[in-house]
């Protein structure tokens, strides 16, 4: 994902795909593939595994889709898992569609089945939320500032902070940083400590510390998710507790409220602290998640706010997130990150973005996923978002997402990513428009300003 800079951890990008392809313009190819389970007209419930043949070798790829517009899976598999609780209860068709070598494609006979959830809870839908908006100053709202302003990010250099807030024409109540458990671009591994300088930069700034940290180590040539000496199964067995603990106690001794997102967007594949990859097994995130957390609470760093923060996942994609959520013993706020790619696939190798996608359509289904089953009583954060130029009008994208994100009464904070990486260009200052756009979104009085005064000394409570 992005190049990790010295002291910097890598922010990860949203990894989505099209929720409609287009199966009414599917080429045929002979053989098309035939779904083999479920049968047609049967009656399904919880997780199913759907089935389909392909005859002829040589096929890209087989996507599943659902009545003709939700892809389910992607892959050169054969058989993908239908979660019913994602769908309503009643009448669905079930359709796979194998692309070939050119772009060809060829689609199965829709197949015809009956949902019934034994649950009386819905799951998600895709349609516009449309809850109670949150009234003024009821966000808190910031960014990750990249050197492009300056020269040296933020917050290591207070004037990237000045430049950006001058674009956007308010202060900050959250601004972000991030950092690896260590540098191992020399040998032994240089492990980074709790930042209290910068910690207290921020706060002396009128603004709360958004702190992303994460349990692997940047410097090292290779796949940067296959780290071997940092595998879930380390944290679990204690290998990193000593510098663990030290980071826990320095935190306790600076003693103010931060947020610390820890090991994000653990539901793809691109970070090596995700299961099914770097030779992480299923369980394993929970497991460390709670090791880490306890080791703070046996130290004392109750001014540590725990956020849990998957990517968006509108086409279920990536890993099913119910089996990664900690419990809300463990978590303070919730999180979700996700970008619009647009048509610009940057140099981005892992995600495979694909096409222009609204707030909604990007955000909707997961919010929906984490708010109404996951983690109800919890409040939320944005981690990270942003747009593209290319494929739309950014500045037109941006003041949508503003103006929609208070109606999601859960978020409660909001965290921009204003940094050039991976290709793509993600900051605000990309137009003319584009900037006007993001300062008369956040000038939403629900975006709130300045806030480290008045939040106490425990973990962060969303603003009043």
Known sequence: MLVAALFMLAAAFTATADARIGIGRAQLVTPSPKTKHPRPGATVSGRVKWTVAVKRRGFKRVVFVVDG??????????????????????????TAVAVWPGGHRSASRPVRIRVRNSSLTNPP??????????????????????????????????NAIQAFEGMAGKR???????????????????????????????????????????SQSIGQAGDPSVQPNFQLSDVIAGTHDAHIRAFAEEARAWGHPYFLRFNFEMNGTWFPWSEGVNGNRTGEFVAA??????????????????????????????????????????VDWTCLDGYNWGTNSGGAT??????????????????????????????????????????????????????????YSKIRALVWFETYADGMDWPIGTSA?????????????????DASGDIGSGPVAPPA
């Open 172 to 214: 900050q109540s959250l601004i972000h940083f991030a950092a690896p458990f260590a540098n191992c671009a020399a040998t032994p591994c240089y492990r980074y400590p709790f930042p209290t300088t910068l910690m207290q930069r921020i706060r002396d700034r009128g603004a709360i510390p958004f702190f992303s940290w994460a």
């Open 433 to 449: 428009s584009s900037v006007s756009a993001f300062a008369e979104g956040i000038g939403n009085p629900a975006y709130r300003p």
């Open 289 to 330: 998640w709670r090791h880490v957390h306890d080791i703070f609470r046996d130290v004392g760093a109750t001014n540590t706010t725990w956020v849990w923060c998957p990517n968006v996942d509108p086409s279920s994609r990536w890993q099913d997130i119910r089996s990664l959520y900690p419990g809300d013993a463990y």
């Open 69 to 94: 517009r939700r892809r389910i899976h992607r892959g050169r598999t054969t058989t993908a898992t239908l979660n019913t609780r994602r769908l309503s209860n009643g009448r669905h068709t079930l």
């Open 350 to 407: 892992v995600t495979s973005p694909n096409g222009w996608q609204t707030f909604d359509e990007l955000y909707s289904r997961s919010y929906r996923l984490i708010t109404r089953e996951i983690a109800p009583s919890k409040p939320m954060v944005i981690g990270e978002i942003g747009s593209s130029e290319y494929g739309g009008s950014k500045a037109a994208w941006t003041r949508d997402a503003l103006a929609r994100i208070p109606s």
């Open 125 to 158: 839908t895709d349609e516009p939320v449309n809850e109670a908006r949150n009234g003024p100053g009821t966000i808190y709202w910031g960014a990750q500032i990249g050197d492009h302003l300056t020269g040296t990010q933020a917050p290591w250099d207070i």
